[in-house]
């Protein structure tokens, strides 16, 4: 009756490149072919590559970042059959481990440059950027930002099911309304994504036909969306379960993008410390839950295992609707949340840090980002907390100057 | 070296209206002359109003919630002198304690009509609505909401410092650019609340000519802004300390809008359990603090002492910048934070609540509302997260139809 | 419908002895007259003098603690009557809330003189001293142990029901055996409290028969028992659930030995920030529970609300059975507690506290003291836990010399 | 400057007996040869047997429980020299990680048969009896124990360093006055394991001079003592810092018995979640500690990431200084422990559990043992919490009978 080691579903080579290999994929459509089968109730490893499929290297350049190609990206394992789901079924996806590879004990928070895509605070930070993690056992330090650490909370930062016709349609509609809405008006924000043919990649099992469905019409990976997708839940960590609604016949579930540890809000786009690992997997299905618990959006559960701070040691920041420029916004959460995050920079700039490496810390470390208040026209409040224990001196606003710490650097472009 | 009993630096008395009594004002103004002094390192009570001065009973119809007369609000107890406190310093006040009135052990958690300004769901709920809270010991507990019972994190959720007439100026120009780009475009959204003569109070010594100048130009206590103020930070709690940038000479610390509870987002307007109480304070002064801090908006320390829930006994639903009419919106984490509780209404009215109770809940209860992810575009994710703890019956996802339960009903207008 | 103020079941009048009060009692007896009762599910009142009913005084000197008399010891507050409850039946005594009287807003933790009974440490610290603790609003800070600050978790020191004659004479019966004993074997230590006429006092009401029996019979309130009792759990506060045994028709609930905070273990004799003030009750019945639950002690389930430090910043140290000669003992986890309890005062001297003070502190704060392991002959495993966040100073091992801090002194005897 | 894979300082091959291979022993001795070394500040595995090197099975009988070979264990890894460590120093030990291997998923919980020596509840359940667990991602299920699933918080319960000669020497002679009492007083029980040549194993490279040395005066690897050893602590887990005096140069690190998880006290003496595995340390030393910090037994911090209950979660159980006659003791928390154990079997038995289970159940599942009170003569009042989330159904004490469920059964002997 013993229970023997758990398989692995899906494997990583890291010898060669993920579009080379079996079980990955780029976009999100039904018509890319099941790499894997597993039945409800049985445990079985998935391996993932980080998000950009080893393009990121440990070294002390932020040259990478700038040169990432992102057309290729989020490198996604999956899609996994789960034997007995159909559509309307609830999908519950118990997250039962994640790991990094032994042989890779790092990670990395990269700010791309602004050019590639919006980053929170991307008007103030506009060059790529960089830190390297360290895996300390369970803590994360970095040798870019010094005197932290902390303890990863790792979690995928995508986690989804794959979309009906019907649903990928509805997503392709409305993200090119607004797109088509800002082309109009001359926007110069970069403000989705939409498919597009280059870098796509389906496994190695589909044929040529669907291959070119899936290039044409396969939805990117960027945002989250009704079936789970880029969500980027810090919580979503060991002992989760999420519920996710299924859209085709086996659900189709895949993952990728983990995350040692994350920030609420990722503010920096590359945020979160990226790394390659293994997620541990025990689903089950509940018939027909998407009409029975009125679903639209994925439930979670988080899981009971955490770092836990006291209340009083995360010190936090406030923000306003009103932005940089001091311009009044309508409660508008966004600037509210940049305002914080710009508060609580300039704050830690007194003891030494750079700008950016704040930037860096804040997508990496378990801050966290709390609405406060939505309905106080003309300001929303929203705040920002950071947990004074993750540091190795004392942060909290005292009388007398401060002195400064030798803080080095985080990696810059080495051209500049 | 004992230390006997503290005093009572502004006191209420039920029987008159606020507007006849010493130590209240309903506008933030530099003018406004300080209704009683305290020396750092103090401690002092300060008894206050509901935010609104009384006007809402403890009965069982929303009328009083329709009729409520806004321009007097919120009725604010102060302001504080506190003693050597300059512009340019930071005024540290430790909330000691927080209590309502044993003669009063009750609150209320109302919903405005919509025309009254914009709640989160005022779409869905377009009219007034109320639930009163009996205060059961720590606990709250409901006739209009049954089988719901939680602890109060009770705080102020208005804190603040007397504006400069420089920030005051600046504060009416940005609100006011706001406000008459809308009526420019022909929005009919109340976007801001300018100053206003009707409804003002200054408290009893104020001069003629003050007075004039407090009536044309006070600020609106609606929002938080840099001096603190509305932020409904609903982790303000006993044993937090606030760190609020002072503007004049003595601070001007003034308080107002206790809440029992607030869930995060205090989603109807009048949301949170709002109720009169005494706060208790004790205040110290971080010379030349602004500074030293680069300080631009308010920082705080939650205390010690919360309510805790395990991690994974919170239920949480997602949000996405998708609004209810499928539209596609930028990374906003308003529209995201909206469709979160929209989600989680929606499954809660399967256990036979009304949608509008679980309005009133999520504007009352912990409630933890995150931002996931705001750079993920077109979407940003949030969250929110109800613990299931407060709830007598099991809300988690199961198999199996969920059998209602009788629900009662919450308060409605009585014409309706 | 709304509810109102809640009444006062019992009231304390300082200005008199509690022996000259209806309302109070010294001793457990079924005999002794209801003083008040409740109906299951009204709240109530009870206000409570300090375990001594005002014996010691808020003064620098400890010879109140070494005068304490003993025999009238713990007032209690009751016995109240909780209508229905008959012997069987399990009553469910909900705390809704306790506080200090805010004409007293401090309390005092005490080493009674050794002569008067067995404290932890007696052997280490035989004579009386005392350090007398300010209410800082939720927290406690103490003149005579300085760079200390907590909140406090206010619990009854002494929660219990009235027993039946037969449980009564069990008692009195078990007890004898080890006092005769212990006499036998002409030890001199204090090892338990019989029944003694001097002192007693058992409410107004009572006839003279009823009077001498108690006198004769009545039980001491010392130690915890079957009942509840005296079990000094620091946990117990507001919003917790204590499950009682019913012995006597009316169950006949009586309260006092109020705490501010207590360390787990008490150490100290009269440990604990003892203090009067005002509990809150809420009572209901489960018929028959005492066989449905099998129940021989009392259950409990704490209160969600209460102070959390991170599990990290407990620093912990360890005792087993051997005892300050080296002797060694089999599996006493009561040796390895005070042997833990030595090597925190040890360590903390260092910082320049004195041994009286740190004995009184841990007697006090929040300290957690952990049974690790029991069964690894011929050595007990016990921890005990100090939360650093309690201190404003850094209390962590590090490398290099400790630099002591100015300390001050605890209340010592006046004679000395 | 990438951190690559880390090193195993010591591997366990499980086709042959630890007796067999290098890195192992099961004494206490300070002849034991080093078996590998390690620098301050180097990460390294270090890989472990489950405590008795293999014994027992992954089956449905308690057989191998009840014959258990005894005289070697524990099974431990090490010692390990740390360069630079002198006796008077404090090594501080940082537990990085613990994991069981993965082609090892699970472990057992045993109860010892009576003879083999004392556990708490011996004379209850003198038989032996056994409990497998499946670790389930970071959960542990049984099949033995249905119902239940909580995560583990791994921890060495052994964990020291060598003591020197003369410690030694204090060890045994103080042990064997114990002894040498319960001898003389023709007492049955098993108080303590002396010195005994039997079963000795001291590692691959130990010479015969040696060897003879160690197997005649080697502690055994029972209790904990002031070099740490079996501690027993649950809270030593990932993250954790534990402080420990060095007696010999070197310090002489050894590590085993490692846990998937413990409730506190251990109270089955083969109790805890038993597993072979991996753990990781990172060693610092602080130069004079031990005479800096006045240690005289080991000092800890726990890790940050705990599994996190709500404080109402813990349904807690009293225990009192009488035991199970009825006879009165004094003070006695090793008793007052046992009753509450007791308590909490009686109450979990009427869901249906049987006693055995329960008993099972409580050394392996994160139960909370506090002292409670240490000084009210003549009793002590120690209490035991049971997480409510540990189970699958509702355990809390409520009006009604309660309708018992299929619990199968824990493992026996097979020829009982």
Redesign the interface.
């Known amino acids: 009756?013993?229970?023997?080691?758990?398989r692995t579903a899906i494997k990583v080579d890291f010898e060669k490149p993920a579009t080379a290999q079996a079980g990955f994929h780029n976009r999100w459509h039904p018509d890319i072919p099941f790499a894997a089968w597993a039945k409800p109730g049985e445990?079985f490893h998935v391996e993932c590559f980080d998000w950009t499929g080893g393009q990121v290297k440990?070294?002390?350049s932020a040259d990478d970042i700038l040169d990432l190609k992102l057309d290729g990206v989020h490198v996604l394992s999956g899609p996994i059959g789960i034997e007995g789901a159909e559509p309307g079924d609830?999908l519950?996806v118990?997250?039962?481990?994640i790991q990094p590879f032994?042989?890779q004990?790092?990670g990395y928070t990269g700010v791309l440059d602004k050019a590639a895509?919006?980053?929170?605070l991307d008007n103030h930070f506009p060059d790529a950027l960089k830190a390297?993690w360290?895996f300390?056992?369970?803590?994360a330090t970095s040798?870019h930002i010094p005197h932290v650490k902390f303890?990863g909370l790792i979690h995928p930062g995508i986690l989804g099911t794959m979309p009906s016709p019907e649903l990928l349609a509805?997503w392709t509609e409305?993200?090119t309304?607004?797109y088509d809405h800002?082309v109009e008006i001359k926007s110069e924000?970069?403000?989705?994504?939409l498919p597009m043919e280059e870098g796509v990649y389906a496994g190695q099992s589909i044929t040529p036909e669907a291959f070119a469905k899936v290039a044409k019409e396969g939805a990117r990976t960027?945002?989250?969306?009704?079936h789970g997708g880029?969500?980027?839940?810090?919580?979503l960590s060991?002992?989760?379960k999420a519920?996710l609604p299924v859209f085709v016949k086996g659900a189709g579930l895949s993952v990728g993008d983990l995350h040692f540890s994350q920030g609420?809000?990722?503010?920096?786009?590359c945020?979160a410390i990226e790394m390659a690992g293994v997620i541990?997997f025990?689903c089950s299905i509940?018939?027909n839950?998407v009409k029975?618990?009125?679903?639209?959006?994925?439930?979670?559960?988080?899981?009971?295992?955490?770092?836990?701070?006291?209340?009083?040691?995360?010190?936090?920041?406030?923000?306003?609707s009103?932005d940089e420029d001091?311009?009044?916004?309508?409660?508008?959460?966004?600037v509210a949340?940049k305002?914080?995050c710009?508060?609580l920079i300039?704050?830690f700039?007194?003891f030494g840090y750079s700008g950016e490496q704040i930037y860096l810390l804040l997508s990496a470390a378990p801050v966290?980002?709390?609405?406060?208040?939505?309905?106080?026209?003309?300001?929303?409040?929203?705040?920002i907390?950071i947990p004074a224990?993750i540091f190795d001196f004392d942060i909290?606003?005292?009388?007398g100057?401060?002195v400064p710490l030798d803080m080095g650097s985080c990696a810059y472009l080495s051209k500049k």
Request: glycine residues 10%.
């Open positions: 009756m013993a229970i023997g080691p758990i445990a440990n070294d002390d609830v519950v118990e997250i039962q481990d032994a042989s004990p790092w895509g919006p980053s929170l390297i360290d300390d056992g369970i803590f040798r303890p509805k409305r993200e309304e607004l800002h924000l970069m403000v989705a994504r960027i945002p989250p969306r009704e880029n969500a980027d839940i810090k919580n060991r002992g989760s519920y609420d809000g990722e503010i920096s786009f945020g541990t025990k509940i018939k839950g029975d618990f009125a679903m639209n959006t994925p439930m979670f559960l988080p899981g009971p295992v955490e770092a836990h701070y006291g209340p009083s040691r995360y010190l936090t920041f406030e923000g306003i009103v001091g311009k009044q916004h309508f409660l508008d959460a966004h949340f305002g914080a710009l508060q300039d704050y700039k007194q966290q980002a709390h609405i406060a208040s939505i309905v106080d026209i003309p300001n929303s409040c929203t705040t907390g224990d909290m606003p005292r009388e100057k401060i």
